[in-house]
């Protein structure tokens, strides 16, 4: 089994994560932010990575360094458990409608870390949560996780349904990606042998 964990601990967050790539989609989200723990549930649920999230930050400051310190820990965690990234499928694409909205997520596990965001929010806020704050959970998620991650929203009206399609696209493209090719189980799929560094 492919698993992760990480302990994160600074002045202004303390994040335990464990994963578990070839799981079932189940999860144990806490961060005290309760859109950022639905979105969460639903990168597991659909990518059937199993996680397990306890954060707690300064969330009487605002939500900004629980959300991309989360980020960060889930990346590492997701890296750790990757290791090699042998026999891996390496890229993985997902179109993610949700009712109105549609998004495009992909990505390539590649370890040279990369966050293209083309996404507007119609709104400032999802519940109590800014939505700038989403970018820099992915891109946090990215740099930690070793991915070039590109996010699209096409089009959509409602704030929550993108940031939505969003995760979900996300844990589709990771499912793909993750996966062991059967074709070349034992090797890195990479021209150059190793995964990361100058291209």
């Known amino acids: 089994m492919r ?79 990757l290791g090699d990234r042998k026999g891996i499928r390496r890229f993985g694409s997902a179109l993610s409608p949700m009712d109105e909205t549609l998004s495009r997520v992909s990505l390539d596990c590649s370890n040279r870390p990369h966050l293209v965001w083309r996404v507007v929010f119609p709104t400032p806020k999802v519940g109590e949560m800014d939505t700038e704050l989403f970018k820099e959970w992915f891109a946090a998620f990215a740099q930690s996780a070793g991915l070039t991650l590109h996010v699209e929203n096409f089009y959509g009206e409602n704030s929550h349904h993108i940031v939505e399609s969003c995760f979900k696209g996300l844990a589709r493209a990771l499912r793909e990606a993750i996966e062991i090719d059967p074709r070349r189980s034992a090797d890195i799929p990479s021209t150059k042998g190793v995964l990361g560094g100058s291209l």
Not at 37 to 56: C, F, G, P, T, Y
């Open 3 to 81: 698993t992760g964990s990480v302990e994160r601990t600074t002045k202004e967050t303390a994040i335990a994560v464990e994963i578990n790539l070839d799981g079932t989609g189940v999860s144990e989200i806490t961060t005290g932010i309760g859109f950022l723990d639905h979105m969460l549930e639903q990168l597991s649920r659909h990518s059937l990575i199993d996680i397990k999230v306890e954060a707690k930050g300064d969330l009487h400051i605002d939500f900004h360094h629980t959300t991309e310190d989360s980020g960060i820990a889930l990346g590492e965690a997701f890296s750790k458990a």
